[in-house]
């Protein structure tokens, strides 16, 4: 598997990238798995209780579902590698000690990080700092 595995090099080589779209969850009832094709979700998560869809705000308003929590995505530039161990964790203390809530995702080459809209650009100089003093 390609990526980096180790921790003290992901971490200092985080460039983390903040996505301009603001994002929402959404769910949708199991029979309706065709929305995530139709709408264009940036993910979508399986769960017994019906489809998680991570859609942009605008998207999500005309489709008709709630956008009162906007959520903006920061993406790791670092290409980790999936059997890496410990970045999810360094990243969320980071995040959680500046009082910032964060949603991960693991994609094959990249980590995204959900955080509250209002929150991102505090995300941003947190994330930042963890990458300057690695």
């Known amino acids: 598997m390609s990526g980096e595995t180790d921790l003290n090099k992901m971490l200092e080589t985080l460039s983390p990238a903040l996505?301009?779209?603001?994002?929402?969850?959404?769910?949708c009832p199991p029979e309706r798995a065709d929305l995530s094709d139709d709408l264009g979700a940036f993910a979508t998560i399986r769960e017994a209780e019906g489809l998680t869809l991570i859609l942009p705000v605008e998207v999500a308003?005309?489709?008709g579902f709630d956008t009162a929590s906007p959520q903006r995505r920061i993406t790791l530039q670092v290409h980790s590698s999936l059997e890496s161990v410990g970045l999810t964790a360094?990243?969320?203390a980071a995040l959680a000690t500046g009082?910032?809530?964060a949603n991960m995702i693991a994609g094959y080459y990249h980590?995204?990080?959900l955080v509250p809209a209002n929150l991102a650009n505090l995300a941003m100089e947190i994330l930042t700092g963890v990458a300057s003093s690695s």
């Not at 996505?19 to 769910?27: E, F, G, K, M």
């Open 19 to 27: 996505d301009p779209v603001s994002y929402v969850y959404v769910s």
């Open 61 to 63: 308003s005309k489709a």
């Open 90 to 92: 360094a990243v969320s």
């Open 99 to 101: 009082g910032v809530p």
């Open 111 to 113: 980590d995204h990080i």
